[in-house]
């Protein structure tokens, strides 16, 4: 007999099955990881749309403020303006809600606006 070297057929089909294995795993956390990506970017958008309004609510006097709602883009954007108890400031409600791949966000910030 002489002395072959080389792999086997279950060898070759086990390190097949592995590599198989590491590869879909590989493949379902990219998707995992453009989600979350997808969806900062929104919140950041969504971010910088509510600091947009408040800018806009400070540069208004104070009895002027009212609540309403606007649209941009994919966005869209209300906000609601009561009055603190000591009457010295407004407080100031933003709500972002943006489509996702299967529904709609709505995420929610407030400040103060001092009178």
Request: include cysteine; aromatic fraction near 6%; charge should be neutral.
């Amino acid at each position: 007999m002489t002395d072959q070297r080389g792999f086997t057929i279950v060898e070759v089909i086990i390190a097949i099955i592995i590599l198989s294995v590491g590869l879909l795993a590989l493949a379902s956390s990219a998707a995992v990881a453009t989600r979350m990506i997808a969806q900062g970017q929104r919140y950041s958008e969504a971010s910088a749309m509510a600091s947009e309004r408040f800018e806009l609510l400070r540069s208004v006097p104070c009895d002027s403020l009212a609540n309403g709602s606007a649209t941009a883009d994919q966005f869209t954007v209300a906000w609601r303006v009561t009055a603190t108890a000591s009457g010295r400031a407004m407080l100031a409600d933003v709500a972002v809600t943006s489509p996702t791949g299967r529904s709609n966000r709505t995420d929610s910030f407030r400040t103060v606006i001092l009178c």
